[in-house]
Structures are given as structure tokens and as C-alpha cells.
């Protein structure tokens, strides 16, 4: 074993630890902010094309919209929602529940559904919430082969607020359904708890204003309260994110701490996979904790920091080369 390393070390080569072991590069989590909320609308209500998606845009706020195949009506509206930057996941085809579907069923809802989504959306839906939050093995089975990340069961109250320390389960993320009955101090409280946690959490909308919106309306103005809230707080670091974008930033934070890295002479390469399917064009920020001369390649190209220390590293490129650690 000692004339392996001396013969690595004769070359100047080296295997060393992971990513997350350096402590000299470190991800800032919720993309540099402190925390991170994703506003999330199910079921393709008309009134999440009549007041939803206006007084979001309104107030350049980003959210979520899943979509049942089967309750999509206006669907130029639609498209016009993902082109205004909104976000589009898919909510099965026919919004079952899980325990009513057969094996085969299990499969159309996911894939179908996907199929017809991403056509008539000219894109690539790789995100999903399951009916009624229930999830089954088959569902969970599918889910994984055509989504990176899904919605579903709360579970117990712990885990509404995902932190940045932990894996989650990719595949069952938490969300905090809306009641008509909460007053505005309750969604307060969610925002005022992520940011205290510095974690994430996810608001699950309905119904707005009328209860034949949708199911468990929540009154106009305490939804136009939680987005003057959400609004106000973005300043001193919270990310209102839709729930795909927050997912991709924190699963791939997860896989470059986990990158092993190998040593050559000066630098340090660290070397990373993809899960598929993953949404293209993810950019981690990372900080050197370092006072030496530590520099940052990507594919031969040099990453220069932000006027705050801050360096945006491509996830897609797969590699981050450190050097100067000599
Ligand atoms: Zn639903």
C-alpha cells in the first residue's frame, strides 16, 4: 500500500476527499439568499389565470402552477403564463386518487400526462405533484423516471421547512396546504420560520376569493397580503423561487458536495454526474474559504467572483478545478 501512495505521490497525484470535506470551497445555499419560500397554485383554476398569474407578475414574483391535463382549459392562456417566467409542473392527467389507479393507470398519469404537457408547452416538464398529496409505489416509480423532483405528503411538521443540511426526499417534497380559515398571521408565520430556519417551504394554493375557485379559497386579500410579504422581505435575503427552480438549486448543491476530487500537482479537480432527468442551466454559488491565491476553472475557463466573493459555478459543466492549492 505505502509504494501505491509513494508512486502517486512520485506523479504528484492524489486521491483526496469530497467536496463538502475541503472546507475550503463551500455552496451557499437558496442561491446566496438566507432562505427560500416557493408559492405553489394546483389544479389550472381559471382564477389562477385571472388573478393569480397578474398580481404575480405585477410584483415580478415567480410561482408554480400544476397542472391537471384534464382541467386545462384556456390553454393559449397557459402558454403565455410559462412565457411570462411562471412555472408549469405537471399534476397527473386525471386527477386521481392514488389508491383508485391500476398498475397501468399508475403509468398514463405520469407519462401521458407529461407527453401531452411538454408538447403543447414545447418543453420538458420535469417537475410533479400528486394528486390529493398521495403518493404509492407505482406512482413514486414513474414519478422517478420522468420528474427530478415532486410535491406531495406534508408528513409531520418537522419537515415542512427543508434545510439545507439535510437530503430530502426528492420525490415526496413537503407543502403546506391553504385553509380558508388561516388568517394572515399563519402565512406570516410560515415566511417568518423559513427565514429563521434559513430553510425552504412551500405554499400549496387552491381556490382565490370565491369558494367555486377552487377548493379551500383563501380571501383575495390575504393571498395579495402573503405577496406583499413575501415581497417585502426579498431585500434582506429571502428567495421567492418557483418550487422546480429551488429544487434543481438545492439537489445539485447536494451532488457537488458529494463531487470527489483528485489531486494534480497544484490543483484540485473535482468531478461530478447528473441525475437524469435534470433541468439544464443551474448555477451554484460558491465561496472560497481560503486567504491563499485559490483560483477557479471551469472547462479551461477562469470564474471570476462576484464583487461579494461570490463565484457561479455551471452544474451542467460537471467539473470545478481549484488551483493554487499548493
Ligand atoms: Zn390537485
Known amino acids: 500500500m505505502a509504494k501505491v501512495i509513494g508512486a502517486f505521490l512520485a506523479f504528484g497525484l492524489l486521491f483526496t476527499s469530497c467536496f463538502a470535506q475541503t472546507a475550503v470551497l463551500k455552496v451557499l445555499p437558496w442561491n446566496g439568499r438566507r432562505a427560500a419560500v416557493s408559492l405553489t397554485f394546483d389544479d389550472a383554476r381559471p382564477i389562477h389565470l385571472d388573478v393569480a398569474v397578474p398580481e404575480l407578475n405585477k410584483r415580478h414574483l415567480r410561482g408554480t402552477f400544476f397542472v391537471p391535463v384534464s382541467k386545462l382549459t384556456r390553454l393559449d392562456d397557459w402558454r403565455k403564463v410559462l412565457l411570462q417566467g411562471q412555472e408549469i409542473g405537471n399534476h397527473s392527467l386525471s386527477h386521481e386518487h392514488a389508491s383508485a389507479l391500476t398498475v397501468e393507470g399508475e403509468e398514463t398519469q405520469v407519462e401521458d400526462a407529461k407527453a401531452f404537457l411538454d408538447s403543447n408547452f414545447n418543453t420538458n416538464i420535469t417537475i410533479f405533484a400528486y394528486p390529493y398529496m398521495e403518493t404509492s409505489p407505482g ?8 420528474d427530478f423532483a415532486a410535491r406531495g405528503w406534508p408528513g409531520n411538521g418537522d419537515l415542512l421547512y427543508v434545510k439545507p443540511d439535510v437530503e430530502p426526499d426528492w420525490y415526496n417534497l413537503p407543502g403546506q ?15 417568518d420560520k423559513a427565514i429563521s430556519l434559513a430553510a425552504w417551504t412551500t405554499f400549496q394554493f387552491h381556490g382565490i376569493g370565491d369558494p367555486s375557485t377552487g377548493w379551500e379559497p383563501i380571501p383575495t386579500h390575504t393571498f395579495l397580503y402573503i405577496l406583499d410579504y413575501l415581497k417585502s422581505q426579498e431585500p434582506s435575503g429571502l428567495w421567492v423561487a418557483p418550487f422546480g427552480e429551488v429544487a ?27 441525475p437524469s432527468p435534470f433541468p439544464r442551466g443551474v448555477v451554484l454559488k460558491v465561496v472560497i474559504n481560503d486567504a491563499r491565491h485559490l483560483r477557479l476553472f471551469q472547462h479551461g475557463r477562469e470564474l471570476h467572483p462576484s464583487n461579494h466573493g461570490v463565484y457561479s459555478v455551471s452544474f451542467d459543466s460537471r467539473e470545478l478545478i481549484l488551483r493554487g492549492i499548493a
Do not use: C, H, M, N
Open 139 to 146: 406512482l413514486v416509480s414513474w414519478v422517478k423516471k420522468y
Open 177 to 191: 396546504p391553504i385553509f380558508t380559515k388561516y388568517d394572515v398571521s399563519v402565512y406570516k408565520g410560515w415566511v
Open 248 to 274: 434543481a438549486y438545492l439537489r445539485a448543491q447536494k451532488i457537488l458536495e458529494k463531487a470527489q476530487s483528485e489531486v494534480i500537482g497544484d490543483r484540485e479537480k473535482f468531478t461530478w454526474e447528473a
